[in-house]
C-alpha cells in the first residue's frame, strides 16, 4: 500500500505547507511563467503509448508532455511525436510537442540554446495552428514563443508575443489559457519596470519568485549580472545571485551551495547598510539567517532575523516583517523555544492582518494555538481553537475542519473522550484529509479505552489513504501496537519489521515503530540485544526530533505525550536483566528522559539542567541513611532506580493502567476530612476503608527497592508524572489493627526535579521575608484568610523583629516585591491565596493585595539567593503533570528564579491546621534543622493532636539538586 502510494506521489504535483514555513506563501504576486503545459491527472495507461491512439485529444498531448518531464522521457517523446507528425502533416500538435522536447531537454535549467534551436519549431506549429483555425493552439504555442523571446532579452517581441496569446485564448473560450497568458504578460511587464527602474524591491521580489518557481533563475543570473555592471552600488543583484546560487540546482539547497550563497548575500547586505536602505538590509539578514539555520547555527540565525525584523520594521513593510517573523518562530521552534514562537508567531498573524490578509493570518493563529496546546495551555488554546472554528464556518473554509481534529486532539489530551468523539464527529467526509486524521485520532481514543477490535478499523482507515504518507506510516505502527496488546506478537512483528527503514521519513514514527519492534523481541529466544538495540536507536530519535516539529500535524503533542516509552522499555529491560550490575546505567537512561519539557515550558536557558547524572557522584554526596529513588513510568510499566552512599539497583515497577486507578482512590481519601462532614465525624473510620490503597501503593512504588529502605531515615524522591502529587511520607507501611503506620513516621520525605546531589542548608536562614494576609482594593476582592495574620505574626516572634521584613495587608504588592533586594533573603514565606492550573502552569499564581498577582512567569524572572521559599497557601505544588518531568508550576518557577528548595502543598489545606503546621516548621529552622527534617518533625508533632494526613501530609519540600 505504500509503496503504491509513494508512486503516486512522485508522478502527481502537489503543494504542501507547514506551519514553520506559512511565511513563504506570502508573496503578493502568484505569477505564472508558461514555459510547461498544463498538468492533469494521468490515465491509467502510458499517455505516451497513447498518442497514436488520439491525435487530435489536446489532453492526451498535455498528459504525455507532463509525464516525459517528471520520467526524464523527452527524448522518447520527440521519436514518438516525429512519427506522428509524418503520418499527420497538418496537425499543430506534434510539432508543438517536439519543441516543447527542444526547450526542455535540459530539464527545468533552460538555455538560449535550447530557445533557439526550439524557436523554427514552435513558429512552424503556429503556422500549422492558424491554419486550421484552433485560437488554443495558437495561444499555448505563442505563450511558449514568448517565453523563449523573453529569456534572452527580447522583452518588446516577447510582449507582442503574449498580446498575441491572450486574444486567441479570449477567441477560444479558455479561460485557463487566458489567465496563463495574462499572467505571464504582468511578468514580462515587471521584468522590463526592472530594467527601467532596476533599484525597485517592488519589482525584484517577484521576478525572482517567479524565476525560482519557473527554474529560470539561470537567466535571472545573467539579467542581474547586466544589471551590475551599469549598477555596482545596488544590493539587489548580489541578492539575486545568491537566490540563484541556492536554488538553481533544484527546490532546496545544498550544504555546498548554501555556503557559495553566503558570499553574494553578506555583499547585499553590506550595499543594503551602506545605503541605508531597511528592504534590503531585511531581506538579506532574512536570507542569511536562512543559510546560519540551515547550517545549524541557532545563535547566528537568530542575530540575523532580529536584525531583519527591525528593519522590516523600519520600512514599515507589514508583509515582510510577517514573512521573517515566521520564520524566526520556525527557529524558535526547532530549537524547542515553543514560548517564543508562540509571540512571534502571534506578531507575524497581527502583521498579515493589517495587510488584509484574514485567510493567512487566521492560518497563522491556528499554528500558534496548536503550539500553545503542545506546551500544555490548553485553556488558552482551547478558547483560541474554539473562536477560529466559529470564523472558520462563517467564512465556509476549509479551516474549520482542520479546526475540528485540533479540537478533538486536544480533549484526547486531556482525557475528555467524549468531546474527543465529538469534535472527530464533526468533520466532514467531503475533507479528505482532515477526515482520515479524525479516523487516526478516534483510533487512538478507542486504544487508550482498550477498545482494540475499533482501534484495529480506525488505524486501517487512516492507513489506507494516499494524501499524507507520514500519517499511513503512524498508523501502520499503531495498527502493529494493536495486535501486540491482542496478543499477536508475530503478526506485529512482520507488520512493524516491514516499514522501520520508511518510517525514517517521519517523526512520529521513527521511535515508535523501533519501540514497538523492540517490544516483540524481548520474549523471544535470543531477541534481547536486538531489542536493546532498537530501543537505544529510538531514544536517539526522540532525542534529535523532539523539537521542530510541524506545528500543523499531532505530531508534537503526540511525541510530547509518548516520547518516553522507549526510554522505558530499555530501562526496563535493562532492570529485568542486570537490576544492579546495569543499575548506573538505567539512572543515566531515566535522567535522558527528565527535563526537557521543563526547559521548553519556561523557555529556560539551560539554568537547570540533567546533564548526565553521574550516580557515583550521588552515591558520594548521599549521608548515611539517606536514599534517592528516581522514577520513570508508562502505561505498561515502569522502572525505579534506588540510589544508597553503599548501593545502586534498579526494578521494575508497575505502569499507569495499574498505578492510577489506586492513585485516584488513595488521593481522595486523603483529602476526604476537609470535603465531608460525614468524614471529618470520625476520619480514622474513614481512612480505613481505603488504608489497604495505601498499602499497595507503598508495596508497588518503594516494595521493589525495600532492603535499601532498611534502616533509611531520610528519602528523596524523584517522582514522574502523577507522582508527583503525591506526598510519600503519607504511604502506609503497615495498617495491622486498623492502625496504619505512615512512611513519615520513620523517614523524613523530599523531592528533587532531578537526579542530583541533594543541597546542603549549612548558612544561616535569615534575614527572613514574612509576606502575606492579602486584602482587596482597587476593584478586587480577596476571600479572608483568618489565620494569616496570626500565623505571620507567630512566625515574626519565631525569628525576631531584626531578622524579619513584612509586607502585609496593602504592603503585599508587586511594587514593594521590587523594591526589595530578595538576593539578600534566606527564607521568604508566603501566607496567602494561590491559584493553581493543571493545564496551563503560566496561570498559576501567588495572590497577592488589591489585584496584584506575582505569577509564574514574573516568579521566574526574579533573583534570589538560595533561599528557602515557603508558599504557606492551597495547592501551590500544583502544576501540569508532564511525562518524564512530574510538575510544572509555581515550585518550579522559584527554583528557576534561584532558590534552593521550596515548601509548598499539593492540596487546599486547613488553614487552622497549616498555621500550627508552619509555626512548628519555622521553629525547627530557628533551632537549625534543615528544611526536610524541619517539615518532617513538624508533620509528626501536628499529627499527636491531629492523627488522619490531611492535616500534615499536604506540604512537600522541593529541593534543587546541585
Known sequence: MVARSVCKRAFRPRLTTSGATVAVLLALFALSCSGGADPVEEPPQDPIAALERAPVDEAAWVAALNLARRENRLAELRSAVQGIAAAHPDRWEPVWL????????????????????????????????????????????????AFGLKLEGQTLPAHDSLKRAVEAAGAAGRDDLLAAAEKDRSILELQFQLEQDPASDATWYPVINHCKREGTLAQLGVLADEIAAAHPDLWHTHYARGEETLYLEGPGPSPERVERAKVPLRRALELAREADDPIGIARASNRLAFCAKYQVDSDEAERLY?????????????????????????????????????????????????????????????????????????????????????????????????????????????????????????????????????????????????????????????????EDLGLVLI????????ALRQGRVVDARERVGSIIDEADSTAWAAWKARTIYGKTLLGRDGGRDEALRQFR???????????????????MGYLRRGRTEPFIEYAAALAELDGAGRAAEILHVVERAHARALRQMLNDDGAIDSGKADAATIRRTLRDGEVLVDYLIGNDRGVVVAVTADAIVARVVPGWHELRP???????????????????????ADFARDADVGVELYRKLLGPVEQLLDGATRLYVIPDQDLALLPFGALVVSADAGR????????????????????????????????????????????????????????????????????????????????????????????????????????????????????????AELRLGPALV??????????????????????????????????????????????????????????????????????????????????????????SPT
Request: charged share 25%.
Open 98 to 145: 517536439e519543441a516543447e522536447c527542444v526547450l526542455w531537454q535540459g530539464g527545468r535549467v533552460v538555455t538560449a540554446a535550447h530557445t533557439s534551436e526550439s524557436r523554427p519549431l514552435f513558429e512552424r506549429a503556429l503556422l500549422l495552428a492558424e491554419k486550421a483555425d484552433r485560437p488554443a493552439g495558437v495561444a499555448r504555442i505563442a505563450r511558449q514563443l
Open 306 to 466: 532580529l536584525q531583519g525584523l527591525s528593519a522590516a520594521e523600519r520600512a514599515g513593510n507589514r508583509s515582510l516583517e510577517a514573512f521573517i517573523s515566521n520564520n524566526l518562530g520556525g527557529l524558535y521552534l526547532r530549537t524547542g523555544r515553543y514560548v517564543p514562537a508562540i509571540a512571534i508567531m502571534e506578531r507575524a498573524a497581527e502583521a498579515l492582518r493589517d495587510e488584509g490578509m484574514p485567510d493567512r493570518a487566521r492560518q497563522l493563529s491556528y499554528n500558534r494555538t496548536i503550539l500553545l496546546a503542545a506546551i500544555g495551555n490548553h485553556i488558552e488554546a482551547k478558547e483560541q481553537l474554539l473562536r477560529l472554528h466559529a470564523e472558520a464556518l462563517a467564512e465556509g473554509q476549509d479551516l474549520a475542519d482542520t479546526v475540528s481534529v485540533a479540537l478533538g486532539n486536544l480533549h484526547g489530551d486531556l482525557r475528555d473522550t467524549a468531546a474527543a468523539r465529538d469534535w472527530f464527529g464533526r468533520v466532514s467526509a467531503d475533507n479528505p484529509r482532515q477526515s482520515i486524521r479524525a479516523q487516526f485520532g478516534l483510533g487512538r481514543i478507542a486504544l487508550d479505552a482498550g477498545e482494540l477490535d475499533e482501534a484495529a478499523r480506525r488505524f486501517a482507515a487512516a492507513a489506507n489513504q494516499e
Open 475 to 482: 498508523s501502520r505502527t499503531f495498527e502493529a501496537e494493536v
Open 537 to 555: 536507536e529510538a531514544m536517539e530519535i526522540v532525542d534529535e526530533r523532539s523539537t521542530g516539529l510541524d506545528p500543523q500535524t499531532a505530531g
Open 662 to 684: 489506586s492513585l485516584k482512590r488513595y488521593a481522595a481519601a486523603l483529602r476526604r476530612p476537609l470535603l465531608s462532614a460525614e468524614a471529618r465525624e470520625d476520619p480514622r
Open 740 to 859: 496504619p503506620v505512615f512512611l513519615a513516621a520513620s523517614i523524613e520525605t523530599a523531592v528533587l526535579p532531578l537526579a542530583g546531589s541533594p543541597p546542603r542548608w549549612g548558612d544561616a536562614r535569615t534575614p527572613v521575608l514574612l509576606a502575606g494576609d492579602p486584602v482587596g482594593g482597587a476593584g478586587a476582592e480577596v476571600v479572608p484568610l483568618p489565620h494569616a495574620a496570626a500565623e505571620l505574626q507567630r512566625l515574626g516572634e519565631v525569628w525576631g523583629a531584626s531578622q524579619t521584613t513584612s509586607l502585609v495587608r496593602d504592603e503585599l504588592s508587586l511594587e514593594r516585591i521590587d523594591e526589595l533586594a530578595l538576593r539578600s533573603f534566606r527564607t521568604l514565606h508566603f501566607a496567602t491565596h494561590a491559584v493553581a492550573s493543571s493545564t496551563d502552569p503560566r496561570r498559576c499564581t501567588v495572590i497577592l493585595s488589591a489585584g496584584d498577582r506575582l505569577a509564574m512567569p514574573r516568579i
Open 870 to 959: 515557603v508558599l504557606s497557601a492551597c495547592s501551590t505544588g500544583e502544576g501540569e503533570v508532564i511525562p518524564g518531568e512530574g510538575v510544572v508550576g509555581l515550585s518550579w518557577a522559584f527554583l528557576r528564579a534561584g532558590a534552593r528548595g521550596i515548601a509548598a502543598s499539593l492540596w487546599s489545606v486547613d488553614d487552622s491546621s497549616t498555621a500550627e503546621l508552619m509555626v512548628a516548621f519555622h521553629d525547627r529552622l530557628r533551632a537549625g534543622d534543615d528544611p526536610v527534617r524541619s517539615m518532617a518533625l513538624a508533620q509528626r508533632a501536628v499529627a499527636e493532636s491531629r492523627w488522619h494526613p490531611v492535616y500534615w501530609a499536604p506540604f512537600v519540600v522541593i529541593l
